[in-house]
């Protein structure tokens, strides 16, 4: 049973083959295919400049990083041809290993982010706790040892925390629209709860 690379898969693979040997040429020769015969419309049917080469041989292996494009000439050479051969299993290794690289940085990448956001939201939490605990218990508390006792909770939680994203989580828990406010009494920045507007009965 043979199952020859499909044209969809060709078209599709085209643009990534080109992008990843640097190049509309034969992988083998080097020499370009003219880009004006790299019309498709115009190709529907009809024979393409390029051959698409399994570099293993075994044309069942339809994997992209078993091909490589090629003219016709390296495509009749490279049976009666073992440097070629050679090349060309180099080749599919490169990109096996290439494709392999990129998916455990693609993971890498994903994961950290992940726990990037996790940590943000544990640490946010840990922020918000300590200030709504020690502001009903004292009625307003220092900023600066506030940022300080936070940092340390969020080190002592997940070893992270610094001093800057202490400040943004203070920022939003401080807001407009959050029960919390930064005030400044002689110099000194504290944080306490928000006191309802009395301006209307005053008067
Ligand atoms: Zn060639």
């Not at 024979?47 to 494009?69: E, Q």
């Not at 009666?80 to 180099?90: K, P, R, T």
């Not at 070893?159 to 401080?174: D, M």
Request: net charge positive; aromatic share 8%; with cysteine.
């Amino acid at each position: 049973m043979t199952n020859n690379i499909t044209d969809r898969q060709k078209a599709e693979w085209l643009d990534i083959v080109i992008a990843r040997d640097s190049g509309y040429h034969c992988w083998y020769c080097k020499k370009p295919f003219s880009l004006s015969q790299n019309d498709f419309s115009e190709y529907q049917g009809k024979m393409a400049p390029h051959l698409f080469d399994h570099l293993n041989n075994d044309r069942r292996d339809n994997r992209i990083d078993n091909v490589v494009l090629c003219c016709s000439g390296c495509n009749n050479k490279k049976p009666h041809d073992s440097d070629m051969q050679i090349l060309a299993i180099e080749k599919l290794h490169d990109n096996e290993k290439r494709d392999y690289m990129r998916e455990k940085f693609t993971k890498k990448v994903r994961n950290s982010e992940n726990s990037e956001v996790q940590i943000s939201k544990t640490n946010f939490q840990i922020c918000l706790q300590y200030v709504t605990k020690k502001v009903d218990q004292f009625g307003h508390i220092d900023f600066k040892e506030t940022i300080l006792a936070i940092v340390w909770k969020c080190r002592k939680n997940n070893n992270t925390g610094s001093p800057q994203s202490t400040r943004n989580y203070l920022a939003t828990i401080c807001c407009i629209s959050a029960p919390f406010e930064i005030t400044k009494i002689d110099g000194q920045k504290i944080i306490h709860r928000k006191v309802k507007s009395t301006k209307n009965d005053s008067k």
